[in-house]
């Protein structure tokens, strides 16, 4: 009864341990606010704008995805589209059409909280020059009108029919691209400001891609006007520094010379890949690459077609990774209501995946400590049942060497107090006499002390083993020991050790009492991973008893079946009895 409170103790102590973290984890939980990074966010704008502005498109990359990080979305929205925008703009430029779109979509749900146009106007144009890049040109036009729609400056308007004039080139209407390119860049915003002296670096770059893509349109429709919208497009990109179009210039004079003037083409087009991949434009490059293949020669020809063949492998390779990943995203802007709800479902969803989280780890928590208490019971419980079967074997032990002690000993000493008190001491006879009989009783009690002697198991079991053979070996008989030496006993397992030792024991002692052999030999041998054991002796007392004699052994058997060993016994007329253990190591 006095254990129970020592367990009660235990058990209340793992219950505050599984409680208290949990509750200070909720309390902390509780404490905590939402860190304010208003003015990081704002910093690291400065930063990225700088560095996209310049081209430096890797720093730009990885400061727009650290701002949309640590950015608030409702708090510093107009900073957190700005960076998505950004960001779908450089995988643009890098020919990432799918990454570029998924940004946009992460932009969408925000537009109508914007009071500006031109964060609409950004995602439409993307989008719209996304699904161009694919070959949707159908979607590129629905998105490009959308974008055209909006109530912004003349700047973006007039720049969205640049676009929608670039579709129609590729859908190769080139009468009606080349009639809007031929009005834009003589009455449209651009032109005018041209004009005037008066465009900035960003209006001149849109300005010049207009004036390349007449060019374009007036070289598929043979007209000889291309050569100089081509050159005033250059020229512009050339005083500005362009890096980003600069390089589409070069294209375009490198396929206008493509047939008619070989060299020149192979210089253009040397110029473009070299501008090209300062920005690792992937379309310029790719037509550049084209172009130098066609009209380079010699050891140039082989070193520009391997880095063809190289780079379109590359192209190839993202391109079938990614072959339907593409998905034809439509997005309604027209009807707040519907937006709206999937906003407050995706925020219901939200909360119930929440719950579902919270109810979880509640669960969890409930496990965790009904699983505690289950294996503490056990413990205990096992460990009190170990401990009660402990003092169950040592007590059968004790009275099983009381016993022994009792039958062998008790009627000698009853003797020899006897004899002593009825006899003469003073006499040398008696006196050996009673000398003997006290060695004798001596012997036999330390024989059935080392019988429940702990077996030493370490470097000293062969010697211990010698030991016990030994004590049976007397005047009347002689035991022979044969290849204990050759036995690794270091490698063999402790409970083997126990069983070989004890078997012997038993053997012995079976034999002593009912055997009157005068001679024995034990046999040791390792054969086939085995441990075998050969007993043998010249009794000729009992004849055609091995049956019995097994019997006597029963326990040595069983001792051995449980390490499936095995035991034969066997007579034979003049040859006395033989014992045979077979252990597997």
């Not at 990359?61 to 510093?76: A, E, G, M, P, Q």
């Not at 034809?328 to 009807?335: A, G, H, L, P, R």
């Not at 002692?509 to 009912?514: A, G, R, S």
Request: proline share 2%; charged share 25%; glycine share 2%.
């Amino acid at each position: 009864m006095k254990k129970a409170p020592a367990l009660l103790k235990i058990l209340v102590s793992v219950l505050l341990l599984l409680v208290l973290p949990t509750s200070c984890k909720k309390e902390k939980h509780a404490v905590l606010k939402k860190t304010d990074n208003t003015a990081e966010v704002k910093r690291l704008t400065i930063i990225a704008d700088s560095c996209f502005e310049n081209s430096d498109y890797k720093n730009a990359f990885n400061t727009y995805t650290r701002i949309i990080s640590l950015s608030d979305t409702v708090k510093d929205r107009i900073d957190y589209v700005d960076a998505l925008i950004s960001l779908a703009y450089i995988y643009q430029y890098q020919g990432d059409y799918i990454q570029s779109e998924e940004t946009v979509i992460k932009i969408l749900p925000h537009l109508k909280y914007m009071k500006k146009p031109r964060f609409a106007w950004n995602a439409y144009f993307i989008q719209g020059f996304n699904y161009f890049k694919t070959d949707n040109l159908e979607s590129a036009l629905v998105y490009f009108r959308k974008a055209l729609h909006l109530n912004t400056s003349a700047f973006r308007k007039w720049g969205i029919l640049n676009s929608i004039g670039i579709v129609y080139m590729k859908q190769k209407k080139y009468n009606a691209a080349a009639f809007m390119f031929e009005k834009i860049t003589t009455e449209g915003y651009h032109a005018q400001k041209f004009k005037t002296n008066s465009c900035d670096r960003f209006e001149l770059m849109d300005y010049a891609v207009m004036l390349n893509n007449l060019g374009i349109c007036y070289q598929n429709l043979k007209n000889p006007k291309a050569i100089d919208f081509y050159n005033k497009a250059l020229k512009i990109r050339l005083k500005i520094n362009d890096r980003d179009n600069i390089s589409s210039s070069y294209a375009a004079l490198s396929e206008y010379y493509l047939k008619t003037n070989p060299a020149l083409a192979n210089k253009y087009a040397k110029l473009g890949y070299e501008k090209a991949s300062e920005v690792n434009f992937y379309v310029d490059k790719n037509y550049c690459l084209s172009f130098l293949v066609q009209t380079a020669t010699g050891n140039e020809l082989k070193k520009y077609t391997n880095i063809y063949i190289h780079f379109t492998d590359s192209i190839n390779k993202a391109r079938l990774k990614n072959k339907n990943q593409f998905s034809d995203i439509k997005y309604n802007f027209k009807k707040d209501i519907e937006e709206n709800l999937e906003l407050k479902s995706q925020k219901a969803e939200h909360e119930l995946e929440m719950q579902r989280q919270k109810n979880r780890s509640n669960i969890s928590y409930v496990v965790i400590f009904i699983s505690a208490f289950i294996l503490l019971f056990l413990f205990f419980h096992i460990t009190l049942k170990g401990k009660k079967e402990k003092d169950d074997a040592i007590f059968k032990s004790e009275l099983r060497i009381s016993q022994k002690l009792h039958n062998e000993l008790a009627n000698d000493v009853f003797k020899l107090s006897t004899r002593i008190q009825n006899s003469n001491l003073e006499e040398p006879k008696t006196k050996e006499e009673l000398l003997n009989h006290l060695d004798q009783i001596y012997l036999k009690t330390r024989k059935i002390s080392k019988e429940n002697s702990i077996i030493p198991f370490n470097e000293n079991y062969e010697i211990g083993l010698k030991e016990m053979i030994s004590e049976y070996s007397h005047s009347d008989l002689h035991i022979i020991v044969n290849g204990l030496n050759t036995v690794s006993w270091s490698k063999i397992e402790r409970i083997k050790k126990i069983t070989v030792f004890r078997s012997l024991q038993e053997i012995f002692d079976t034999m002593k009492k009912h055997s009157d052999a005068s001679l024995a030999s034990l046999t040791f041998k390792i054969n086939d991973k085995n441990l075998q054991i050969i007993y043998i002796d010249n009794n000729t007392k009992v004849q055609n008893s091995s049956i019995n004699l097994k019997n006597r052994l029963k326990s040595v058997e069983n001792r051995l079946k449980t390490l499936k060993g095995f035991l034969q016994v066997s007579d034979s007329e003049n040859q006395g009895f033989k014992v045979f253990i077979n252990l597997p190591l």
